[in-house]
């Protein structure tokens, strides 16, 4: 294990709801991503590709079908799972292996877990928690970190191309994994071992939302097939 001494920091975490806050954690991660570059650890592991992270969630999510169909949602996972394995099967002709090979030679850090806690902003705004620090593209922070506005812009696709979050070259790569409902499988997962009210209480959430999510993934479809 690796051990880190760092200054205390006074100051707030983001919040996503306000817009000032996602324009500050975009700046912040844009200066970290400056910054963590060139630096090579030969004995660091290999990661998992975020894809194959990915289509472990689906798997998982997909042995939780009986309890959409115990409590009435046997229509709703059935949406889930197909718009899911439909994405990861086109996410899957985008050379991750590559990608990720050259952001090791690059020596390219992430941080990878770009939730607005994991933000102390006081006259500036730093990172925080780098238990999920690996050496990856860095386009996997900009993928998580669009996630995460999504629900707070109501899945507006033109509010959030507004953020400029990857250069043109990911810009399909990253439509694509911002469509997949990897959030929602997430968030089920850890709720579906839970109580049946808290349950029947997420999933009556979860079909509301996913109603919203629908038409940013037909908004997404067009922009992908117009390019």
């Known amino acids: ?125 730093v990172l925080i928690d780098f238990d999920l620090l690996s050496s990856a593209p860095q386009l996997y922070d900009y993928i998580q970190l669009g996630q995460r506005f999504l629900p707070f812009i109501s899945w507006d696709l033109r509010e959030l191309m507004k953020y400029d979050m990857v250069p043109e070259a990911d810009l399909d790569i990253w439509l694509i994994m911002m469509a997949l409902p990897s959030d929602v499988m997430r968030e089920w997962l850890i709720v579906s071992d839970k109580s049946n009210s808290l349950i029947d209480a997420h999933l009556q959430q979860m079909r509301e939302e996913w109603d919203m999510r629908k038409i940013f993934l037909r908004n997404v479809k067009t922009v992908l097939q117009s390019k």
């Open 1 to 125: 294990m690796t051990w880190t001494i760092s200054p205390y920091i006074k100051g707030r975490q983001l919040r996503y709801r306000n817009e000032e806050d996602r324009l500050t954690a975009l700046k912040a991660v844009k200066a970290f991503h400056r910054q963590a570059r060139r630096i090579h650890l030969p004995l660091y592991a290999k990661d998992i590709l975020l894809v194959d992270r990915m289509k472990k969630r689906l798997d998982r999510f997909a042995m939780t079908a009986g309890i959409f169909r115990e409590f009435g949602y046997g229509e709703l996972f059935h949406e889930i799972y197909q718009t899911g394995a439909g994405l990861l099967k086109l996410a899957a002709n985008f050379p991750w292996n590559q990608r990720d090979s050259l952001a090791k030679r690059q020596g390219l850090w992430i941080h990878g877990d770009v939730a607005s806690h994991n933000f102390i902003v006081n006259k500036k705004a």
